[in-house]
């Protein structure tokens, strides 16, 4: 059984249709990238899987939990489904082992002992354990996104989601961030990914979705997508972004 | 001008002011705490409440910021018997400057929880947190520490303007002022007097909250 199963989701804000139909299926341990224009959609359909989006129609199922059912235990599933965003988000007034430790001790119940071994392990993993008692803004945009992505990674969960994660940082400190990613890919983390970072959806990736008004416009696995496009809108993108 | 001053008459009478002194500051740190805790809960309910319930948080602000202190404080105190509901002077006194500094310091909070980026909120709910815990790990001390110097300079105002329970013969400070102004007459030393033992007042708790500040909010 995959991991995350959407079928024919329909999310509308207002009368504006975003996503239009999308149907996808993910396996445990696969690592699918998604890409597509500004507006299509991308960003929504991360965040309709881990429930911050309610959907319109069609079903997500994540696990065995079908997260649009009415009463779907939503916390429960963001436990399991780790989301990382572009602008990083971590929490100011924190240092980086207590923006880990939180949801750890307050939605886990750990205790702080076991909550601060996480953290220490979680911080290793992408290489800033010698910033656990930093505060946020004193990390490059790089460490900021390394720490955030800690931070998911210290509720052990089986799905990471993650939105443009490169996307706002210096072009030096893009490497960095997408060693952690290489990383967890290597671990069999299985992960959504919204990239513009093409030379990193060909290589780490084990499918390439490209989304378009809406919908999966056209999907293949890494090796092959990019370098037969099928679709016209699909050739105009790659050419445009690849050039 | 022919006055001589005589200060000795007001300071023959120490302990009144000290009595006085004495239960302007217990006014003034009940009501601060009270008022924080009333204008927090109140801030929380204006920006996430349901409708029904930021509609009547908004009233209560309304009636309170657009009404004097003095009014409130004769309606609890003089009113309320009329309805049955008696209560010495002190009590009335912390009551209704609670609920007044309660709606003040809702308006300050309020701005600084708006002030969060909702994108601190989502990173909350992304991890799992509920409403709740949200607020009272992520937003609540970043909005409080923004916030903090307009709260202290509420805080301020309250203390001086504890003087009004005078009005209501509770037994602070001003009062102590007039017990010893009718029994001397020196209305210019008596009301210098209380002037300069406010403004100490009111400079000791600026240190005060400046030393909170750095204890609190200053991390290295
Ligand atoms: N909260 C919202 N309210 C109203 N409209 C929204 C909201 N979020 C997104 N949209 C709209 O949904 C559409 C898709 O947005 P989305 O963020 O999913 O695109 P995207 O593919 O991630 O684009 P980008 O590459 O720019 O991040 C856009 O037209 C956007 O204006
Ligand atoms: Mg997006």
Redesign the pocket.
């Known amino acids: 059984m995959s991991l995350v199963a959407c079928r024919d989701v329909v999310k509308r ?2 009368t ?1 249709t ?1 996503l239009d139909g999308v149907s996808l299926e993910v396996a445990a341990g696969e690592i699918v990238a998604i890409i ?10 991360l965040r309709c899987v881990n429930g911050l989006e309610a959907i319109q129609d069609g079903s997500i199922r994540v696990g065995d939990t079908t997260i649009n059912a009415p009463g779907a235990d939503l916390r429960a599933v963001r436990q399991r489904v780790g989301i990382v965003f572009q602008s990083y988000n971590l929490f100011p007034h924190l240092t980086v082992e207590k923006n880990i430790t939180l949801a750890p001790r307050v939605v886990k119940k750990i205790s702080d002992r076991d909550a601060r071994q996480i953290a220490s392990d979680v911080l290793a993993k992408v290489g800033l354990s010698e910033k656990v008692n930093a505060y946020p803004d004193s990390l490059s945009g790089g460490q900021q996104q390394r720490v955030a992505i800690a931070r998911s990674l210290a509720m052990n969960p089986d799905l990471m989601l993650f ?2 994660i490169t996307s706002a940082l210096d072009p030096e400190l893009v490497g960095e961030v997408l060693k952690v990613l290489e990383a967890l890919a290597s671990q069999g983390m299985t992960m959504m990914l ?1 990239t513009h970072e093409m030379g990193f959806a060909r290589r780490c990736a084990d499918r390439v979705v490209f ?1 378009h008004q809406g919908k999966i416009w056209e999907q293949g696995s890494a090796a092959t997508f990019f370098d037969n496009p099928k679709t016209p809108e699909l050739t105009s993108f790659l050419s445009a972004v690849l050039h | 001008m022919n006055y001589t001053f005589r200060f000795r008459d007001v300071f023959s009478s120490w302990d009144i002011l000290q009595d006085g002194l004495l239960l302007t500051l217990r006014l003034s740190v009940i009501t601060i705490l009270a008022g924080l805790v009333i204008g927090t809960l109140c801030a929380a309910a204006m920006t996430y409440g349901p409708r029904w319930l930021r509609l009547s948080v908004q009233s209560y602000v309304e009636v309170i910021r657009n009404t004097p202190l003095i009014v409130q404080l004769f309606l609890v105190f003089f009113g309320l018997p009329s309805l049955g509901v008696r209560l010495d002077a002190e009590t009335a006194s912390v009551l209704t400057l609670s609920v007044n500094l309660g709606a003040y310091t809702s308006e300050i909070v309020r701005a600084g929880l708006e002030a969060i980026p909702k994108t601190q909120i989502e990173a909350g709910h992304a991890l799992g947190l509920t409403g709740p815990q949200i607020f009272r790990y992520i937003v609540l001390f970043p909005a409080l520490k923004t916030t903090y110097p307009a709260l202290a300079s509420q805080f301020i105002l309250l203390m001086l303007a504890t003087s009004v329970v005078s009005q209501i013969s509770a037994e602070d400070l001003f009062h102590a002022a007039s017990i010893i102004q009718s029994r001397t007459f020196r209305d210019f030393e008596v009301y210098a007097v209380v002037a300069g033992i406010y403004l100490a007042l009111a400079l000791a708790l600026r240190v005060m909250f400046s030393g909170f500040y750095h204890l609190a909010f200053g991390r290295r």
Do not use: A, H, P, Y
């Open positions: 804000f207002g504006n975003v597509g224009r500004s507006g299509s959609g991308k960003s929504t359909l939105d443009e919204v989304m």
